[in-house]
């Protein structure tokens, strides 16, 4: 059932998407707009402690939880102490989606503000269990160009290769960005009015009418000119992986692949990926529509899935989760640096700093 019209308003929010796909600019600028609590973080509530403890049923799980997350620096970024939710987390608390419920919505209560925010990208793969247990929430899917991606991923050596390979691909990039999107995608299409899709490209070309698009989604006024005032996070500092480009040198973010790619690699890759690009929109310059990838990519693609799938049902399974030691908060606060969270780095003063300020437009 879709979100109600009066308690639009009000919902949370998930700014999910493939890593490198935006989500920091994206989220940072709806906490830039006013009336969303800052969390200048990614949780890892749904990907770190959900396949770690799994159902939070027993009051003993809870304290655990609680102990792992409360000395972490996740959660030191909220402002909070761990005795403004330890009676809701040991009383009330029954899964993942209660737990960050529980948080967030106490910092929403201590900032004065009317909703929050979550952008951990990873939080794609699990929207099931994030509309499931969050009903209210309300799903931003930011997609995209899958080879820009592809550079920055690799960039950041992100994808793992296969056993047989030498070193990280971009057609492992690409494999993993297509996976996440059609996830995404193939989930969110089961929401209805509360999954909404944005590109991007949109976003950095014509940033007003895009946020004027996600403000009638969110019911929530965005305003351009008062979020690049307030500047919140990567709106005044570009969260890149490309740290050689200086953002008053006029760089642009979109179609660094023209350039990153070789004739050889760019051939290769739009002959894997290149109907994902063209269903989402992105012309491709090298492959014809009706060239086929052939055996040797079709294989290295589904082998990537294969692996990607794998990795997720090792993660969840409650017979490896019974092995596996207790979640400690420095195993927490790695997933920050770690290949699979790398997206935004910490910075402990900035969040600390932000608590304090208050935005033009922010509820009190």
């Known amino acids: 059932m879709a979100v109600d019209a009066n308690q639009r308003k009000f ?32 949780s890892n509530v749904f990907n770190v402690l959900g396949p770690r403890f799994g159902n939070f049923g027993s009051r003993e799980t809870r304290k655990q939880v609680l102990n792992a ?27 993942t989606g209660d737990f960050l419920r529980i948080v967030m919505d106490e910092m929403v209560r201590a900032q004065g503000m009317q909703r929050w925010a979550e952008n951990s990208p990873e939080g794609l793969l699990h929207l099931p269990a994030i509309k499931q247990q969050i009903p209210s929430a309300l799903i931003l899917h930011i997609i995209r160009d899958g080879r820009d991606v592809a550079m920055s991923l690799g960039k950041l050596k992100y994808v793992r290769p296969l056993p047989w390979e030498k070193r990280q691909s971009l057609l492992g990039a690409g494999a993993y960005w297509e996976w996440m999107v059609e996830h995404g995608r193939r989930h969110g299409s089961l929401f209805g009015s509360d999954y909404h899709e944005i590109h991007f490209e949109d976003l950095v070309s014509s940033p007003q009418q895009t946020l004027n698009e996600i403000g009638r989604f969110l019911d929530h006024d965005l305003d351009y000119e008062r979020i690049r005032r307030v500047g919140y996070g990567s709106v005044s500092k570009p969260n890149t992986s490309f740290s050689a480009e200086s953002p008053n040198a006029g760089h642009s ?12 690699q760019l051939a290769k890759f739009e002959r894997m990926i290149g109907p994902t690009l063209r269903k989402l929109g992105y012309e491709t310059s090298v492959s014809p529509p009706d060239r086929g990838m052939g055996l040797g990519l079709a294989t290295t693609r589904q082998f990537h899935r294969i692996f990607f799938e794998a990795k997720q049902m090792f ?48 509820s009190k």
């Not at 919902?11 to 969390?39: C, E, I």
């Not at 979109?254 to 790619?261: A, L, Q, S, T």
């Open 11 to 42: 919902a949370p929010v998930f700014v999910l998407g493939s890593p490198r796909s935006g989500t920091t600019l994206l989220y940072d600028m709806l906490l830039s707009s006013g009336g969303f609590a800052v969390y200048l973080a990614e």
């Open 69 to 95: 997350w409360s000395n972490s620096k996740l959660f030191r970024a909220t402002g909070l102490s761990s005795a403004d939710i330890e009676k809701r987390i040991l009383e009330d608390c029954r899964n």
């Open 253 to 264: 973010p979109v179609g660094r692949w023209k350039k990153g790619f070789s004739p050889q």
């Open 315 to 362: 993660k969840r399974s409650s017979l490896i989760r019974a092995f596996r030691p207790t979640l400690t908060a420095a195993e927490i606060d790695a997933t920050m640096l770690a290949e699979d969270h790398p997206p935004r780095p910490y910075r402990e003063e900035e969040a600390a700093t932000s608590l304090h300020t208050t935005s033009p437009g922010m």
